[in-house]
């Protein structure tokens, strides 16, 4: 399995910047969508199973926004300025002078107008579940309801919004994606992106995007309606537009097989075929849950009335079952899973 490798950038205004890096080859590097925690997202095995395959042949560069997940607290706006300077601090701190790029919901704008501003750097651009024109997601009452509700109460509005950003997946996996956008942000960092997710437009820099680029979309998207990822391939020049069938928002829900399919053909990469359990035995979770706790190998033993041999033994079958490397991760996945 693929390990990630953490670092930091420096941004012009102050504060730091995470990134985490996967995989070897040329760089492809990821501007998120709304709220993004590099550690937590690792360990939820199918966002993890995304990542890992878009890594395949691939240098793949994620990062957190000011003010999420990993990255330094920020409180100051939130711009269209700010997230091209995220990239650039991202970019300049791994050397990528010249990548492909895939901006996916909010990160799609990112991407549109870094491409349009910084042509050099770019060799594919592949944008999916974005809009040139955040005004044209809902209407102005529903955007307003729903920005009210974050403000006043985060621990509801995230679930509301895990319902409209992943309705393909199981009650389960929405309480962990929930729980996850919590701790990403506070609510004001989470009200203040989605205003810019609603406030930006970039159509004017969709003309001058010079970079081959593919825009990806689902046709049930319940988050970015599909006209979204239309108007988009219509305006940049000889863009290709695929419409893939689902209706979650996040790339790594549902059917994400497809979205990596048509990554890495755009990329010129292989197509890959694999498939990774994921579940654990009632006995393995209840281990996982004593390490989330802190609890060494003795203590958990003596916890469970078993030999420290034989809690090391369940401790590694975790880590090979999920793919993680260290007692941390499998924290990291308990706490992201468990109310």
């Known amino acids: 399995?693929?390990?990630?490798?953490?670092?930091?950038?420096?941004?012009?205004?102050?504060?730091?910047?995470?990134?985490?890096?996967?995989?070897?080859?040329?760089?492809?590097?990821?501007?998120?969508?709304?709220?993004?925690?590099?550690?937590?997202?690792w360990a939820i095995p199918g966002e993890r199973m995304f990542h890992e395959a878009l890594s395949s042949g691939r240098t793949l560069v994620r990062y957190d926004r000011p003010g999420c997940g990993l990255s330094d607290a920020y409180d100051g706006p939130r711009t269209m300025e700010l997230e091209v300077a995220t990239i650039a601090a991202v970019?300049?701190?791994?050397?990528?002078?010249?990548?492909?790029?895939?901006?996916?919901?909010l990160g799609a704008a990112a991407a549109v107008r870094w491409a349009?501003?910084?042509?050099?750097?770019?060799?594919?651009?592949?944008?999916?579940?974005?809009?040139?024109?955040?005004?044209?997601?809902?209407?102005?009452?529903?955007?307003?309801?729903?920005?009210?509700?974050?403000?006043?109460?985060?621990?509801?509005?995230?679930?509301l919004l895990t319902e409209v950003f992943a309705p393909d997946a199981d009650a389960g996996t929405r309480r962990t994606l929930a729980?996850?956008?919590?701790?990403?942000?506070?609510?004001?960092?989470?009200?203040a992106l989605l205003q810019l997710a609603y406030g930006l437009d970039v159509t004017r820099d969709l003309g001058r995007v010079r970079a081959p680029t593919l825009v990806l979309h689902r046709r049930g998207d319940r988050a970015a309606p599909l006209a979204g990822g239309r108007a988009l391939a219509q305006a940049i020049p000889e863009a290709e537009l695929v419409e893939l069938e689902g209706r979650s928002h996040l790339p790594a829900i549902g059917d994400?097989?497809?979205?990596?399919?048509?990554?890495?053909?755009?990329?010129g990469l292989p197509a890959l075929r694999r498939a990774v359990p994921t579940g654990l035995t009632t006995r393995q979770t209840?281990?996982?849950?004593?390490?989330?706790?802190?609890?060494?190998?003795?203590?958990?033993?003596d916890r469970l009335g078993i030999s420290?041999?034989?809690?090391?033994?369940?401790?590694?079958?975790?880590?090979?079952?999920?793919?993680?490397?260290?007692?941390?991760?499998?924290?990291a996945w308990y706490v992201a899973r468990t109310p």
């Open 1 to 41: 399995m693929a390990a990630q490798r953490l670092g930091t950038a420096p941004l012009t205004g102050g504060g730091r910047v995470a990134y985490a890096v996967t995989g070897s080859g040329p760089f492809l590097v990821v501007a998120p969508g709304w709220l993004s925690h590099l550690e937590m997202g």
């Open 91 to 105: 970019t300049d701190a791994v050397g990528a002078t010249r990548f492909d790029l895939f901006g996916w919901s």
């Open 116 to 159: 349009a501003e910084r042509p050099e750097t770019l060799s594919r651009l592949v944008l999916y579940g974005g809009w040139p024109i955040g005004s044209a997601i809902g209407d102005d009452h529903s955007r307003q309801h729903v920005l009210g509700l974050l403000a006043t109460h985060w621990g509801l509005g995230s679930d």
């Open 179 to 191: 729980r996850y956008q919590r701790a990403a942000s506070s609510a004001e960092t989470a009200v």
């Open 256 to 267: 994400a097989q497809s979205v990596v399919d048509e990554v890495r053909r755009f990329l």
């Open 286 to 301: 209840e281990v996982a849950g004593l390490v989330a706790e802190g609890l060494t190998n003795r203590q958990i033993a």
């Open 308 to 331: 420290e041999r034989s809690a090391e033994s369940h401790l590694e079958r975790i880590r090979l079952r999920l793919g993680f490397s260290s007692r941390s991760q499998v924290a």
